[in-house]
């Protein structure tokens, strides 16, 4: 590059809901990467407040689980005091402090392992409260289960998929690097790149925010694919070349 010639921008994927990744995207401050957000659905709450209030006084679980943040999110400031929950994600139990949950278990490495933390703790909780989106991964629920808990399912939100994803994904300039926020936007993905007959760069960096989202896009066949906390994300993209 010659002196006074500007280095061509580097794009970055944000694939996920469209409030997360257009957060995302006003929120971003590195200047290796231009951000583009691609949301392939929007939020929708099934389960008003009240409902989902009443949902936790009749179970009365031990342990909230939470394996997203806008399974709370209808909720006000402290309208989950007297329960405690176990969170999948450090978005997830910022959440649910702001509900008023009194203790927050944390799990970084995704749902399956945040079951053995509880499984393994003493005394172990005999009864799970699952607030849970229409479509949810059921690993983490399922070994509970296997372990002698009773895991009660409640619906408090759904992802609506939106038609304006796959023309997106089509028209987005060539990424450098992609970060995808979840399993079921891994999948998204997948399919709108095979719908457009798109091929990401081999050079491309694919992340997954989240043990979950990182283990999705490999399973899919997206090898080089890299989990990374949500806690390190600004660091992470910060210090790569």
């Known amino acids: 590059m010659t002196a006074g ?9 944000l694939v996920g809901s469209r409030a997360r990744v257009e957060e995302q995207a ?28 009443a949902a936790l006084r009749y179970h009365r679980p031990d342990v909230v689980l939470l394996t997203s943040a806008f399974a709370v999110a209808m909720l006000g400031a402290g309208e989950a005091a007297g329960h405690a ?3 999948v994600g450090e978005t997830t139990g910022g959440a649910a402090g702001r509900a008023g949950f009194d203790s927050v278990l944390l799990g970084r490495a995704g749902a399956v392992a945040l079951a053995e933390t509880l499984l393994a703790r003493a005394p172990r909780p005999r009864r799970v409260l699952w607030l849970r989106g229409e479509d949810a991964l059921r690993a983490g ?3 509970l289960r296997q372990g002698g808990v009773t895991v009660e399912e409640v619906i408090t939100y759904a ?17 450098a690097a992609v970060l ?17 007959d798109r091929v990401l760069p081999r050079a491309c960096g694919l ?11 490999r399973d899919l066949g997206f090898r080089g694919a890299i989990s990374v906390s949500p806690s390190d994300l600004r660091a992470f993209f910060a210090g790569l070349p």
């Open 5 to 13: 010639e500007a280095a061509a921008p580097r794009h970055l994927w």
């Open 26 to 53: 006003q929120a971003w401050s590195s200047p290796s990467y231009v951000p583009h957000a691609l949301a392939w659905s929007e939020l929708v709450v099934r389960l008003p407040a009240t409902q989902v209030i």
């Open 85 to 87: 929950a176990a969170c």
């Open 141 to 143: 629920a399922e070994r």
């Open 159 to 175: 992802a609506v998929p939106l038609s304006s994803f796959q023309p997106g994904v089509r028209a987005a300039p060539e990424p």
């Open 180 to 196: 995808v926020e979840s399993p079921r936007a891994a999948d998204a993905l997948a399919d709108a790149l095979l719908a457009s």
């Open 207 to 217: 992340y997954g925010l989240g043990a979950s989202a990182g283990a999705r896009l």
